[in-house]
């Protein structure tokens, strides 16, 4: 009796065993099923859309000559100095963020400091006070090197009226 309950113990282990290896490969199985058809499912994706790309364009010398002209075309709209544009921009969004209305930005002509080029740009926003201490925290911990040349801030109806000439430095 005693050996027959050991035989039957042994038996249930290892039944249980391969039971339980039998469910852990076939998850296992399943999840590299699930990964290879979704990948075939994403080649099928960029297949349909080269086929639709190419019965929409035959003639790939005169969709490349369109795309070449299209990007002339952008690139005479973009302004001639793109750090300029970048500078701006920067303003824009350190005074949007900070809550400070953007009245007035004006760049003046670059300088020679030593080694750098200063980049002088009047601006003129308006806000209540912390919003100002804000835009400047915003200008301080920003990528470009500004440093304050003037500042002259007013009170007003709606808050202050600050007029700055902010100097951005570049290498």
């Known amino acids: 009796m005693l050996r027959a309950w ?11 065993f391969l039971l339980g290896t039998g469910i852990y490969y076939g998850d296992h199985e399943w999840e590299i099923y699930q990964a290879k058809k979704q990948a075939i499912e994403k080649a099928a994706g960029r297949i349909a859309a080269l086929n639709e ?11 490349q000559m369109e795309i070449a002209r299209q990007r002339q075309k952008a690139e005479r709209l973009l302004p001639t100095n793109m750090q300029m544009a970048e500078l701006l921009a920067y303003v824009q969004q350190s ?3 900070s809550g400070m209305e953007l009245q007035e930005v004006v760049p003046v002509s670059a300088r020679p400091q030593g080694k ?23 200008l301080d911990r ?5 440093k304050i040349g003037t500042m002259e ?11 700055l000439v902010l100097n951005f430095y570049a290498g």
């Not at 050991?6 to 249980?16: D, Q, W």
């Open 53 to 63: 790309l190419q019965q929409e364009h035959p003639n790939l010398e005169g969709y």
């Open 6 to 16: 050991r035989i039957f113990t042994v038996s249930v282990a290892l039944l249980g």
């Open 142 to 146: 920003g990528t470009p090197l500004v």
């Open 153 to 163: 801030l007013r009170q007003e109806q709606e808050g202050l009226d600050s007029r």
């Open 95 to 97: 005074a949007r963020s």
């Open 116 to 138: 750098l080029t200063v980049q002088p740009v009047k601006v003129r926003v308006q806000g209540d006070y912390f919003a100002m201490l804000d835009f400047l925290r915003h």
